[in-house]
């Protein structure tokens, strides 16, 4: 060993220093750069030299550069934020249909049902102003009702759609996404050297990480990195990406056109792809339980408000009798029978009166009998047997048109008619002598034939005949809080009740549920962040020692040049 093997020694230290502090600058420069991991040198001793029975050191060497990662608490945090953006999608669904709704303020859902029933009351309070007025009124409150519930369901149905886009848009982002990635298992392959190379390239693997930050966000999936250094990303045990390979996919639809359910799968196979978890998970929730779960609800509310207002409206009668009447709803075939004619809600066995006059003198009171027993003892009713028994009342005229409907006029202008004591529903079910119309939150209105104070002679206020009392305004009133049979007991302000605390209920708990996620990914971030970012005063640390061991080692070279110059000047 000469003083020239002791500056080749030097010469490595100065080297693998110079190596270390390019290092370290380069996680100084990117300690603000997002998805940049902490890179480190490390170092080894240099191979030794033999000399006589001696092994003498050459300093030492860089062995590899790596990045500073944790493997396992990078797939919890992904986990982690997967989960959290899917929480968060669905927590604010919860709170944008609440803002539908609404509640607490002046112009919500329960404030238009209040007055609407508070002013069908007014009606039956003689002071309460001019009679055709309030009456007049009364329609407008329930256009408004209804009017405010088809606002909600088209905002809900907005909702719905912006998160049908947001999944299309993601599928697109995903395919992008699993084809980077791939093409940066190729590279990271080529510059690593598969699993014979020891250090990371470090640009491209903090880049394809953010590529699986993102696709992780999307989709719930397994990430693997293999030997080569490629990763392989499954989703639900099925391979997206494997090193070099991927597979698209695409979004399959089914059901009807305007609404239709959507679902991932992959293109080669058309197999299904099992999410768990993110932003498509998060977005399919959201779409198809919690903002289709609120419009089913808010539809059986609205179905049953339908329903239940006009089987009890059906049964009065306005200041005057009608000349002419054709039903709102229609039939698919007015030879089936009335339960299975394609009416949404479907009437009973029983039966219903009508009542004939010409001028003021009484020409027919018919009962018109529904058949719908299930016995077979008889056939059951269609629209064309009631019709026919409704022709055959003196006075009257009854038709069947080509849509479907049903058609009552008097033979005369002299001559009106009033229904009255309905068991079979037939008249709500039809759309006679109704005052919503529709199916639903989606098409409830009130009737036009109500409409306009021209109109509001027709309000069937009375149960004892045209100009009657207000019995029925009584009995309608209190609709507001009778308990129904078909709502199981409740009442019509109770089951929109229950809607309004199911929606809110389910809201504070997808809050906490969000919350709670978020705070786990944040701690988990941190964690990641202690282990993998750069920290300046680290950096600083390690700066300042690799300067000092390459200071030491120019003093070695020093001194070494001086003992040269000393034997050369012998």
């Not at 929480?87 to 609440?98: F, H, P």
């Not at 070099?244 to 196979?269: H, M, N, P, Y």
């Not at 059951?380 to 409907?405: C, D, F, M, Y």
């Not at 109109?455 to 149960?463: C, Q, R, V």
């Amino acid at each position: 060993m000469s003083l020239f093997g002791t500056l080749q020694t030097s010469s490595n230290t100065l080297q693998a220093m110079q190596i270390g502090l390019q290092v370290v600058s380069n996680n100084i420069a990117n300690a603000n750069t997002p998805g940049f991991i902490r890179e480190k040198a490390n170092f080894t001793p240099a191979p030794i030299q033999r000399l006589g029975s001696l092994n003498i050191g050459l300093g030492v060497m860089v062995d590899s550069i790596t990045q500073v990662t944790d493997n396992f608490l990078a797939d919890q945090l992904r986990n982690a934020s997967s989960d959290r953006v899917s929480a968060d999608i669905q927590n604010n669904a919860y709170k944008g249909l609440e803002q539908l709704l609404g509640e607490l303020s002046d112009s919500d859902l329960s404030t238009a049902l209040t007055e609407f029933f508070g002013s069908i009351e007014d009606t039956v309070n003689p002071t309460a102003g001019d009679a055709m007025s309030v009456r007049n009124l009364a329609v407008l409150e329930g256009s408004q009702l209804a009017d405010e519930i088809r606002r909600i369901e088209n905002r809900a149905k907005d909702l719905r759609d912006s998160y049908d886009t947001q999944i299309t848009q993601s599928v697109g982002q995903i395919n992008q996404l699993t084809e980077q990635i791939a093409k940066l298992n190729v590279q990271i392959t080529q510059v690593e050297g598969g699993s014979a190379g020891k250090s990371d390239a470090g640009a491209l693997r903090s880049t394809r990480q953010q590529a699986v930050n993102k696709l992780t966000e999307l989709v719930s999936a397994t990430v693997v990195e293999q030997p080569s250094g490629g990763l392989s990303i499954a989703v639900g045990g099925e391979f997206l990406v494997f090193e070099g390979q991927r597979r698209d996919v695409a979004l399959e639809t089914s059901g009807v056109a305007e609404e239709a359910q959507s679902q991932l799968i992959f293109v080669d196979t058309g197999k299904e792809l099992d999410i768990r978890s993110g932003r498509i998970q998060g977005l399919s929730a959201a779409r198809d339980v919690i903002v289709d779960g609120f419009r089913e609800s808010l539809n059986d509310f609205a179905a049953t408000m339908i329903h239940e207002f006009n089987l009890a409206y059906s049964q009065g009668q306005g200041l005057e009798g009608f000349k002419t009447l054709t039903s709102v709803e229609n039939v698919d075939d007015a030879s089936l029978a009335l339960d299975a004619a394609g009416l949404a809600f479907a009437p009973k066995h029983g039966s219903f009166e009508i009542a004939v006059k010409n001028g003021d003198a009484p020409v027919a009171n018919s009962t018109i009998r529904i058949n719908l027993r299930e016995d077979g003892s008889e056939p059951k009713s269609t629209l064309a047997n009631i019709a026919a028994q409704i022709n055959a009342v003196e006075g009257l005229n009854a038709s069947v048109n080509s849509e479907g409907r049903l058609i009552i006029e008097g033979q005369s202008d002299e001559v009106s008619f009033t229904f009255a004591k309905d068991t079979s529903g037939f008249l709500a079910s039809i759309g006679l002598n109704t005052f919503f119309t529709g199916s639903g939150s989606i098409d409830m209105s009130v009737n036009q034939e109500l409409s306009g104070i021209r109109n509001a002679d027709k309000l069937a206020l009375s149960l004892d005949g045209p100009g009657g009392t207000t019995r029925n305004a009584t009995a309608l009133a209190s609709l507001i809080d009778k308990p129904l049979d078909s709502l199981d007991g409740a009442s019509i302000t109770e089951r929109y009740d229950q809607v309004v605390n199911e929606l809110a209920q389910n809201s504070t708990v997808a809050g906490s549920v969000a919350d709670g996620l978020g705070v786990f990914e944040a701690t988990l971030a941190n964690e990641f962040q202690a282990v993998s970012g750069v920290n300046i005063d680290e950096e600083a640390i390690e700066m300042i020692s690799l300067q000092r061991i390459y200071q030491a080692t120019a003093r070695v070279i020093s001194t070494i040049q001086e003992m040269l110059d000393t034997l050369v000047n012998l």
